[in-house]
């Protein structure tokens, strides 16, 4: 990765073939953007799904405390139960 670039990867367990994912921040703070409005599948073969954004060409890393709603929607439009994800980070300095 780029000094540039922040990432966030989460894991998808039970994947099942075309099904999509919707990632909606609903509580915290974090850098702005990174979750598409549009439903994300993992890349075949992988278990997870990686997030990327600018976040400047600095070592600094701002702390980064979101809760996520993670739904999984089938090829038919059928949504689940939405799950509740933590992404944390402390930030760094230098």
Not at 41 to 46: A, E, M, Q
Not at 65 to 75: D, G, T
Request: some cysteine; charged content about 20%.
């Amino acid at each position: 990765m780029c000094a540039d670039a922040g990432t966030i990867e989460v894991a998808i367990t039970n994947h099942r073939r075309l099904t999509g994912y919707k990632f909606t921040v609903v509580d915290g703070e974090g850098p702005e953007g990174v979750f598409p409005k549009e439903l994300i599948t993992p890349i075949p073969g992988r278990k997870s799904v990686r997030f990327v954004w600018l976040d400047g060409a600095s070592d600094i890393q701002e702390p980064i405390n979101l809760k996520v709603k993670v739904i999984a929607v089938n090829s038919f439009g059928v949504e689940s139960k939405p799950i509740e994800v933590l992404v944390t980070h402390s930030g760094t300095s230098h």
